[in-house]
Structure formats: C-alpha cells, structure tokens
C-alpha cells in the first residue's frame, strides 16, 4: 500500500523550495549614510590677530637650522633636494615587523562601526558619545631604518615616526652621509587602524596620558632591538618622536608625559584639539588642554620641539561644535605657550598647504630634522661657524 502521508509531504517541501527559489532575493541591508563632505577650508592669514609673531621669508626660503622662533613658509613649496636618493649615496636598509594586537597586553584593540561616528552630548558639548565603539583586533606593521654607517652593537639615537610614516627615510640617508644629523634608526610604527573618537588610532593618538609612549617603551623597542640586531639608546636626548595630525599631538603627547625618555620632537598639522575619547574631566580639552592649562601651568620640560601648520589646516571637521576644533589656531595658541615659557622651538605657519601636505613636507622635512637634532654630537661633522 503506497505511503500517501510521506508522498503528500514530499509534495509540500518541493512545493515551498520551489516558491523560495522563486521569489525575489530580499533587499540588502541599507548601507550607512555616507558622511557630508566638508566644507573648504579657508585659507588663515599669519598676520590675524591673536597669531604669534612670526618673520615671513622669502617665497622658497626655509627658517635657519640653528634659529628658535615663528616662521612663515610659502607659498612656494619645492621638493628639497635632500628627499631624493643620489646613486653614491649609502642607502639604508629597512625590517619589516608584524604585530597582532593579541599579542599587546596594553592595546587589545577596538574599532568604530564603519559609517558612524559619534553625538556630542547635549549637557557637555565638548564631550562625545560613541555607542559603536566596540572591542575589535587588529595587525599593526612597523619598518625599521637602519643606516648603512650603523655599526652593528652600538647604541644608536632614534626617531619613531606615527602612522608608519617612513617619508623621512630618503631624507636620513642623505643627512646621515652628510654628517648633518646623527647615525641613526628610524621606526615607522603603524597605527591600530581607525581614526579619531572611538578606534585604535584615537585611543592611542590622542589620549592625554602616557600610554602610548609606555607601549612603545615596553612592546616595540624591545622587538625593534631583537628583530632588527640594532641597540637604541636610553639617552633621551638621542630619543625623537614624529607624526602628523593626530600623530603630530602623540608626539608631543609621548615626550610631554615621558621626558624621561624623549626630548626631541617633530610635528605637522598636530592635532592639539578636543579629540580624546574616552573623555576624561582631568583634561576635558583633550589635547586642546596642552596649550590651555598643562604647557602654561607646569615648569619648562626640557624639549625640543619643531612645528607647522598650513594655512588651510582644519577647521571644525566633525559633528562637535566646542570651539576647540580649529587647527591652526590651535598650533598657534602651541607657539604661544611654549614661547612663554621659555621653550626651545620652532614654529613654521606655511602658505598654500593643506592637512599634512605633501608638497609642504617634501620641502621642509630636511630642515626640521636638523633643526630636531641640534646640540647632539655627529661624528665627524664639521664644527658650525
């Protein structure tokens, strides 16, 4: 006898796969609104009231090596020649490292749902809350420079550069050659990917503490010495630190909370506004509060500090309407500040150059690393008249 129940429902089941298979494939999730662009960024005038006294130079000119003060740069902006490689000279070799953040006890790693950003909160607006931030991992890349005059087992001064930045690479080949600046390793150390409130760029950037600097001391350096066969000074007169944006504010951020172990720095576009997330009612301004109370409140550190910013930098790039988002004010309330107390620095406001120009560093990288590096010994190095 035929068995009708298993039949009628074999019947059913094609029947259903049948009217799956035929309807329409469901619509895709909705994609998140793209982000406005922003508006052009106005070009600011050096002589705005309220800006630092600067002394304008010749168009193509660039400020003296051995000389502290505000510069005004522009708006010229040709390549030094110091940025291109010639054929007789030693070029430099460089490692390759691969960090997991899994590895990292002191940055397990987050990240911002890509399309989001954040809502200021509407009792505080210098304030950002960021409900996408979550726990996330990450792979960090860091490339070492080591100098063909390195002489293997000696202990040599060194530059850590943020966002992997390896631009001053051609550059320290040809100063390095020139004796103009120290035998010395570079370490261009990526970000933990992401950028501003909420992702591991931010967090690590722009958080007004010494943490970044203490990861670097604790989970870089040694793999740097051990991967790369190089030995980096304690010395931190020989230590330097580099970025830009964000990465420009880390700089002074690492040496400001560790002078203990940098004392020189180099910085673009920093990033010395309100961007520090979590908040933290200790420093509200985030790095905004490095000019604001921090600088003008503590005794002089005993830095070296070189700084730009471009005349069309940023200007309230976000959602956050605090008044602590404008960057060339905020490299120039920098130059004020550490003018009053003292500081040993300089401070370049350059023409026709936007965030992090290209054109700008091409053009001004040489200088400022001679400018970083000195008062520390070079060997062989002709005495300056």
């Not at 708006?75 to 940025?83: G, I, L, S």
């Not at 943490?211 to 040694?222: D, R, S």
Request: glycine share 8%; with cysteine.
């Amino acid at each position: 006898m035929p068995n009708r129940p298993l039949k009628f429902a074999l019947s059913v089941a094609l029947a259903a796969g049948f009217y799956a298979t035929s309807l329409p494939p469901p619509d895709p999730a909705p994609k998140p609104a793209p982000r406005p662009a922003r508006p052009p960024v106005p070009a600011r005038d050096p002589l705005t009231p309220g800006y630092v006294k600067a002394k304008e130079l010749p168009d193509g000119a660039v400020a003296p090596i051995n000389e502290d003060g505000n510069f005004i740069i522009g708006p010229t902006h040709k390549k030094a020649p110091e940025m291109t490689v010639a054929g007789d000279v030693p070029k430099g070799v460089t490692i390759e490292i691969t960090m997991q953040s899994t590895d990292s006890k002191i940055y397990p790693g987050i990240a911002r749902e890509p399309g989001t950003f954040g809502t200021p909160d509407p009792k505080n607006p210098a304030k950002l809350d960021v409900p996408t931030s979550h726990p996330a991992p990450y792979t960090r890349k860091v490339t070492v420079y080591v100098p063909k005059q390195y002489v293997p087992g000696a202990e040599a001064p060194f530059i850590v550069t943020a966002d992997g930045d390896r631009s001053i690479f051609p550059a320290l080949d040809n100063l390095i050659h020139q004796k103009r600046v120290p035998v010395m390793i570079a370490i261009a150390i990526g970000n933990g990917s992401g950028d501003a409130q909420g992702s591991q760029r931010g967090l690590e950037y722009d958080t007004m503490s010494g943490l970044y600097a203490e990861f670097v001391e604790k989970e870089v350096l040694p793999l740097v010495e051990a991967q790369a066969k190089v030995k980096l000074t304690k010395d931190p007169e020989g230590r330097a630190t580099m970025g830009c944006s964000s990465g420009g504010s880390c700089a002074i951020i690492m040496a400001w909370y560790h002078p203990e172990w940098y004392h020189r720095v180099l910085t673009t576009s920093g990033t010395f506004v309100n961007q520090q997330y979590p908040w933290n009612p200790e420093t509200p301004g985030g790095a905004w509060d490095l000019h604001k109370t921090l600088i003008p409140n503590s005794p002089a550190k005993p830095l070296r500090i070189w700084m730009e910013v471009g005349d069309k930098d940023l200007l309230n790039p976000n959602v956050m309407r605090d008044d602590m988002h404008d960057w060339v004010l905020a490299n120039e309330l920098m130059a004020k500040a550490l003018a009053d107390k003292g500081y040993h620095y300089q401070f370049n406001f350059v023409k026709n150059a936007g965030h992090c120009d290209g054109a700008m560093k091409g053009q001004l990288i040489p200088q400022a690393l001679e400018y970083l590096w000195q008062g520390y010994p070079i060997e062989g190095a002709k005495p300056a008249k």
